[in-house]
């Protein structure tokens, strides 16, 4: 069974910044795509960050600049340095993981989610 466990989140200014973790476990390899998503109230869960086996990293055009998506294979840890926060990132960031090929950039497309941590930029 794969769990994975989010922390960081927290309140913070405008222009500050905060770095979330993900930890893993339960998974049997060390190079899934891992993607960080979030969801503010009443709007869709959207992309962030999403990364695959190879280093290939890929952001959403309103974070590409600001955030970096790293990961710690050894320790199947995946994590998200977020820069320059603005008020627009408030919202509950998730951790997941796709267990088959591929690195898509869909929510949909992934299976295994972690139960989120809240980001609120004031």
């Known amino acids: 069974e794969v769990q994975l466990v989010e922390s960081g989140g927290g309140s913070v200014q405008a222009e500050g910044s905060l770095r979330l973790s993900c930890e893993s476990s339960?998974?049997?390899?060390?190079?899934?795509?891992v993607g960080w998503f979030r969801q503010a109230p009443g709007k869709e869960r959207e992309r962030v960050a999403t990364?695959?086996?190879?280093?290939?990293?890929a952001y959403a055009p309103s974070v590409k600049g600001r955030f970096t998506i790293t990961r710690d294979k050894d320790k199947h840890a995946v994590y998200l340095q977020m820069d320059s926060l603005k008020p627009a990132d408030t919202a509950m960031y998730y951790c997941?993981?796709?267990?088959?090929?591929?690195?898509?950039?869909?929510?949909?497309?992934?299976?295994?989610w972690g139960q989120g941590t809240q980001v609120t930029v004031s």
């Open positions: 339960g998974i049997t390899y060390r190079g899934p795509c």
């Open positions: 997941a993981v796709r267990l088959n090929s591929g690195c898509p950039t869909r929510a949909r497309d992934f299976s295994e």
């Open positions: 990364g695959d086996g190879y280093e290939h990293t």
